[in-house]
């Protein structure tokens, strides 16, 4: 179920009854808004045989692409966009719909294209076929070929307020005063909120601040950049539960270099220098705590 965004559904609802969709998209606006959740709704209700336009639905089409399985909704959601990944779904772009009257392909992250990938993918954009509909997602618009940018329209997507963030998190069973914690420090990110709440029910006494060497130990075994995300957020939480009443700078000063481990997993910093990093200022902060 789709929730806020009102503006670009209505818009979209308009398109679909005038069969006027475009070949390509582009949605674009903070991170974790929902503009990929957005962009795979646009296609399920597109594919809709019951024309039920971004409402419950559960026609043979809908069923399909809410198991994730629709033969016409491809979803590209890699780390980096190489380009073999846009070679392949070019050769099938010129396949006709296997199902539906359309085929989606919903490229997330967008910016993350190689340059080599979003070469090969500007000739596809330049010759379209008629039942193709590309949708590229990206809160760094900056970072894509300007003439990629040109032959697609453009949807940006707000922030979601805190009633719609709290539907989301309360449809999905989290407990109210939870809900309003990560809210409050989410700015407007149902994605963000999540990685909170995960982080937090993740807690255990392994993992709260009882000592600095289980702390390092935690660290060095993560192995991947989301588990290191997670682990930052829910470390975040934790010192600011902790310590926020004590005003001491150190805390404040650990807090941003938390969220600075957490931005640079966005970008291509080297995960065991992340690790390290952490630790290092794990060890300045809670040496005499612990
Ligand atoms: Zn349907």
Redesign the pocket.
Known sequence: MLIGHERQKNIFKNILLNNSLLNSYLFTGNEGVGKKFFATELA?SAL???D?FFEE???S??RLAASGNHPDIRIVDDESIKIDSVREFIADAHISPYYGKYKFYIINNAHTMTREAANSFLKTLEEPSDTTVFILVTHRQAKLLPTIRSRCVEMKFGRLTFDQLYNILNNKGYNSDDIEKAISLASGSAATSINLLEGDLKLDNQRKMDSLENLIYDVLSIKSRDDLKNYAFSLYINVLDNYKNSYEQKFLYFLDDILRVIKYLEYNVNLEMLKMSLISKMGEVLREET
């Open positions: 399920r809709c045989k019951d039920s639905c559960f026609c089409s809908c």
